[in-house]
């Protein structure tokens, strides 16, 4: 059982009224210092009755920001969660680790970002946990891999939010041409995702519950068991490295970049167990079993990437193109099935096993026999975009179009979230301002045209106070496929509430 949510809730009031006493400010000649925090709660009520549970969540969040002088800053962001989505966590551990993909425990303390910024004329420097703003366009940018996500609650939060940070080195590089960018991270910090029983789990990565197999052996009944991330060893050849160079050129904001390090979307491996348990020899009759393990695989690549943009009036152009030289995609589970479920591959287990059944002389009953299906695909793509915005007023319109193109695509070998080498999403966000500025309504959607995927996203947020804000929102989604990026999760449809307190 959990805590009852109205012990918790008692619990953070108590802790943010105390909290309050600590928000202050602090200016000298040399030093300024200020400490801030919010409180806030989200409570979400699923509209359709076949996903798992989510209880209310809260989120401490607590910010410290001072600069040293002239030559230098400091950032420290926290935040402490209870996690309304988690229900049997099994990692007592109280800080968010920087080597694991399922996190799985509540409550626990999130570093968010950490790290100190040092000035000199020509190069600024900043170390420590950090987050990379890289790419022009909302929430999907091709240029921007520096850092991974968080996927626990899918894509649903805003992309900053998602951004796990990373500890890393940045150097901003001034020069009258151009400035650059350039960021190291010593080891890779693997993306977030929620465990299997949990409502925001990919579905297109679970394995399925039984394997067809047309004979008479009849439908294999499968064992799923999800590890953790294998990261490879902590050397320099496996750190990654990004460089950034933008200038302004008549009118435009133009930038070039190049990426070296590792993939931060998920992909999985899943290395099999097959158990073969004789019945009886005459007629000849087995028991057939499996064992999946679903595994986290992360592979390098290399990512080319150029953005720009410019203003005509209230208009804003903007766009980003990337290659991706040697990615790696999760191919569809009905052609791995096809490839490795054939009668000759039965045939070879049964006559394998039957051999060694005689060998034993009669008493190597059980037998297990291992492979690993080819779950990935390596291609090279470009993924690219461009996006308009349009303001007047309080009211701001945001377009997009995204499209991801796999370059020499197999029919034969086909993967998720593409179809047939293409990928094609429309974004639209429209927002106003109302009441003085007191009143936010904010329309966002995507549809994608090759798997008429929908997403309907509508928000209201009211300030009641300077401190105090309450936002009230959907979440609807639908889509005709279930291995698509949004069909997968259209059973997800949910209303929800928060009210945050800042002091």
């Known amino acids: 059982m959990k805590t009852p949510c109205v012990i918790i809730t008692l619990f953070l009031y108590v802790i943010i009224y ?22 806030e709660g989200n409570g979400i009520y699923a509209l359709k009755g076949r996903t798992p549970d989510e209880d209310p969540s809260y ?60 000035y000199t004329e020509k190069m600024d420097l900043r170390l420590g946990i950090q987050k990379f703003a890289w790419g022009r366009l909302d929430e999907i940018n091709p240029t921007d891999n520096m850092n991974t996500e968080d996927f626990t609650e899918g894509t649903m939060r805003k992309e900053n939010e998602r951004k796990i940070g990373a500890p890393s080195i940045k150097a901003n590089i001034y020069t009258d ?33 039984v394997i067809p197999t047309n004979t008479s052996i009849g439908d294999i009944p499968v064992t799923a068991i999800y590890k953790d991330i294998d990261l490879p060893a902590f050397t320099i050849g496996n750190s990654e490295i990004g460089v950034r160079i933008s200038g302004y050129i008549g009118g435009w904001d133009l930038s070039l970049s190049y990426f070296s390090g590792y993939d931060p979307m998920p992909v999985t491996a899943s290395p099999t167990e097959l158990i073969v348990e004789l019945e009886n020899l005459l007629p000849l009759k087995a028991n057939v079993m499996t064992q999946v393990y679903v595994e986290p695989r992360i592979h390098r690549f290399q990512v080319f990437g150029f953005d720009f943009s410019t203003t005509y009036g209230p208009l804003t152009i903007r766009g980003e193109w990337a290659y991706f ?39 190597k009953t059980r037998q297990t026999f291992y492979f690993e299906p080819q779950m990935e695909l390596q291609k090279d793509s470009m993924k690219y975009g461009i996006g308009i915005d349009y303001i007047h007023g309080d009211t701001t319109v945001s377009l997009q179009c995204i499209q991801e193109c796999i370059l020499d695509y197999d029919k034969a070998k086909s993967v998720h979230f593409n179809k047939e080498g293409l990928d094609t999403t429309f974004t639209l966000d429209i927002r106003r301002f109302f009441i003085q500025n007191t009143l936010e309504i904010d329309l966002a959607g995507a549809y994608n045209i090759e798997f008429q995927d929908i997403l309907v996203k509508p928000l209201l947020t009211y300030s009641f106070t300077d401190n105090i804000h309450g936002t009230l929102g959907a979440i609807l989604l639908d889509g005709k496929y279930d291995d698509s990026l949004i069909g997968q999760f259209k059973d997800n449809d949910e209303i929800f509430a928060k009210i945050r307190y800042s002091f």
């Open 18 to 39: 105390s909290m309050t006493a600590f928000a202050f400010e602090y200016e000298s000649d040399r030093v300024a210092m200020s400490l801030d925090g919010y409180l």
């Open 325 to 363: 030289d040697g990615k790696y995609y999760v191919r569809k589970t009905e052609d791995i099935l096809r490839e490795e479920m054939t009668m000759e591959k039965q045939q070879a287990i049964m006559t394998e096993f039957l051999r060694e059944f005689l060998a034993s002389g009669g008493t």
């Open 59 to 118: 989120t401490l969040g607590l910010g410290c920001k001072s600069t040293l002088g002239s030559w230098g800053a400091f950032k420290l962001a926290l935040q402490g969660v209870y996690d309304g989505k988690v229900f049997a966590a099994h990692n007592d551990r109280l800080f968010n680790e920087f080597d694991k993909v399922y996190q799985d425990k509540n409550p626990y303390i999130n570093v968010d970002e950490a790290y100190i910024d040092i």
């Open 177 to 209: 041409l151009a400035n650059v960018e350039i960021g190291w991270i010593p080891r890779y910090v693997p993306y977030r995702l929620p465990t299997p029983e949990e409502r925001w789990f990919p579905p297109v990565l679970k394995a399925p519950s």
